[in-house]
């Protein structure tokens, strides 16, 4: 069974650009969640979508957003790109909320 | 929120040792995950264990959700199990994965 899919895997912006990153969960999982890694913060929970709605979000300014799709696909959008959101951006899903979390490889972004 | 920590937070190991990794949370949890990340990034599961133990190969976890921590052992390490061990929980009505600083463990041949 295909695991969780996240493209693309590198991305190099320009600040003040925007940027789309698309998450597949694995096949019959309806939660996705995003997070961010960085050096300094850590792991940090984006936002969570079940069944096309937004569950959870996290302390982020509103240049971060997404969404879900009727097929449990997800995207995550960053308007107005600043150097400060370089971070490797991580994907999961789930069966339901709550349940064992799978990520995928991940998107690593660079703001320049 | 919930709060975990993750101890000790570096590790350095000959090929062929034990260790144990520890994870404390401030709050009881219905999800509690181990997760090894690999160079590229990639969280990979190790456990899914709100409570008990589990083994798999040579790695095993046990979670006593009464007093809140989380072991990890790793035994007989190889110098493949070098790298990020993250713990994250989730808690009842606030279903996101709150993650530890990590334990970052080396294996030296």
């Given at each position: 069974k295909a695991g969780v899919t996240q493209t693309p895997r590198y991305l190099i912006k320009t600040r003040g650009q925007q940027v789309t990153l698309s998450c597949s969960p694995i096949s019959g999982h309806r939660s996705v969640s995003w997070y961010q890694q960085t050096p300094g913060q850590g792991l940090q929970f984006l936002f969570e979508y079940f069944s096309e709605t937004q569950r959870n979000k996290g302390n982020?300014?509103?240049?971060f957003s997404g969404r879900q799709f009727s097929n449990s696909r997800s995207e995550m959008n960053v308007s107005t790109?600043?150097?400060?959101?370089?971070a490797l951006y991580l994907c999961a899903s789930s069966f339901?909320?709550?349940?064992e979390a799978f990520f995928g490889q991940g998107t690593r972004l660079t703001v320049v | 929120g919930i709060q975990v920590e993750q101890s000790p937070p570096d590790l350095i190991l000959q090929e062929g040792a034990n260790s144990t990794l520890r994870c404390n949370f401030s709050d009881s949890v219905n999800n509690l995950q181990w997760f090894h990340q690999n160079p590229w990034g990639q969280l990979i599961n190790l456990f899914y264990i709100p409570s008990g133990t589990k083994q798999n190969g040579r790695l095993s976890a046990t979670t006593v959700a009464t007093e809140r921590y989380s072991l990890l052992y790793i035994s007989s390490s190889q110098t493949t199990d070098s790298g990020v061990y993250f713990c994250a929980v989730s808690n009842f009505g606030n279903e996101k994965l709150t993650f530890g600083t990590g334990t970052r463990l080396t294996i030296i041949p």
């Open positions: 982020f300014p509103g240049r790109l600043e150097l400060g959101d370089s339901l909320q709550g349940l | -």
